[in-house]
């Protein structure tokens, strides 16, 4: 019965338009009168505490290195880096497209806005070169989404901070299959573009890869900061996210000179309003959260599924199923705090590692920012190249189903991601 209360006082919040995070405060507060258990005390001291936690500073500091990268001209150049290298080929742009997506991944941690940057600058280029614009636009949506799994992952930092599994195994655990979400993108590309008869530029010169190389180099070297910092433990994923703030602030306006005083001061609003959003909704979901502890549905929950808990494959191919369908109608955020706390618990039972979970967990999640109706991702690449909603659709479908292979791949074989996670830890 505390299943059906909270399921239907979330979904009808939402259904008459409620933010999520009002939705989520008002669903704690109903979990709260149903109990027998009113204290508006309660409900705040909880509200603030969600918001009051010291890995959530990776947060603000990660979103604003993304916007930074941006505005100084740190995405451009790792474009035309990659362009450099790969634009010669058959569907070139399109590679360029997956590079840019995997090395701008690397440094930002955020998908809207590493998607931002690849549609602004790749996709009038894929349209005056003749590419299908649905391929086009499916490509870069897919791609887009590799920056929550590959680290530093705002993703992840949530996930952690919600579910109390260690962050900084996240970010090294998710190398691996960010590598083969890469992947795996050039793969469907490659198929897809074997029907392709556009004219091919010129093979860039020695000196050319030279010059952009160098120009790059300094962005290039912020991933390397990063990955190196954690595994090696000089600092943990919160003073990472700092320091790639610092870093990205420093090329930006001393090396490249491209962030100018007005520059700075948009970049700051727009991180703010982001931050403030998803702080926020963290807030309100660690109330409602408290809630759902208290009322015991995790195991409810672990009840109905119990008979998969003795199966773990199973339980991740019923976990698989549930946050696609989940995914179709709320975003990636409100995903995690809403159902980590309650699934974690369960996979812990059935003798999944749980970093290992953490992992598919959000890559289940992040597969639902590419599927409408809500499609996040797909929704700023359709903003930005002013493309209607079913031609992203069809665009998007050769990439979503390589995404479910892989899915199942990792299924099949956890230890692609907890072999090289053991020899990282």
């Not at 499609?375 to 659709?393: K, Y």
């Amino acid at each position: 019965m505390t299943v059906a209360v909270f399921l239907s006082s979330l979904l009808g919040f939402m259904a008459f338009g409620m933010p999520i995070a009002f939705a989520l405060l008002l669903t704690a507060a109903v979990l709260m009168w149903y109990l027998d258990f009113w204290d508006v005390q309660l409900l705040a001291q909880n509200l603030l505490a969600g918001a009051d936690s010291f890995p959530l500073l990776a947060i603000p500091f990660f979103v604003l290195a993304g916007e930074l990268m941006n505005a100084g001209g740190i995405s451009r150049r790792i474009i035309a880096m990659a362009q450099a290298y790969f634009g010669h080929m058959r569907g070139g742009l399109g590679y360029v497209a997956i590079a840019a997506a995997m090395l701008l991944a690397s440094m930002s941690g955020s998908a809207l806005a590493d998607t931002a940057a690849l549609a602004t600058l790749l996709l009038p280029m894929m349209r005056q070169r003749g590419y299908p614009l649905h391929s086009s636009a499916g490509l870069v949506a897919a791609g887009g989404i590799i920056a929550l799994i590959l680290p530093p992952s705002m993703a992840f930092v949530i996930y952690g901070v919600v579910t109390n599994t260690s962050i900084s195994q996240l970010f090294m655990a998710g190398v691996v299959p960010g590598l083969i979400m890469g992947t795996g993108l050039i793969v469907a590309w490659h198929l897809i573009t074997r029907g392709f008869t556009e004219p091919t530029p010129p093979k860039a010169s020695a000196a050319e890869r030279r010059r952009v190389l160098v120009d790059g180099v300094a962005a290039l070297m912020l991933p390397v900061i990063i990955v190196g910092g954690l595994r090696f433990g000089i600092f943990t994923p919160t003073e990472a996210a700092v320091v790639a703030a610092v870093y990205a602030l420093g090329v930006s306006t001393l090396f490249y000179r491209e962030l100018t005083w007005e520059g700075l001061i948009e970049t700051l609003t727009r991180a703010s309003r982001t931050t403030a959003s998803v702080m926020f909704l963290c807030a309100a979901a660690t109330a409602s959260a408290y809630m759902v502890t208290l009322a015991q549905l995790p195991d409810e929950i672990g009840a109905m599924l119990g008979p998969l808990a003795q199966h773990p494959q199973l339980l991740m191919l019923g976990v698989m199923v549930l946050m696609i369908l989940v995914g179709m109608v709320l975003d990636l955020t409100p995903t995690v705090l809403i159902l980590a706390p309650v699934l974690a618990p369960l996979a812990a039972k059935a003798g999944i590692d749980p970093v290992y979970f953490g992992v598919m967990f959000v890559l289940i999640c992040s597969i639902g920012l590419i599927t409408p109706p809500v499609s996040t991702v797909l929704n700023v690449v359709g903003g930005i190249g002013r493309i209607r909603i079913e031609v992203l659709v069809r665009g998007i479908m050769p990439f979503f189903l390589t995404y479910l292979g892989i899915v199942l791949l990792l299924i099949a074989f956890p230890q692609i991601i907890t072999a090289p996670l053991a020899w990282m830890r």
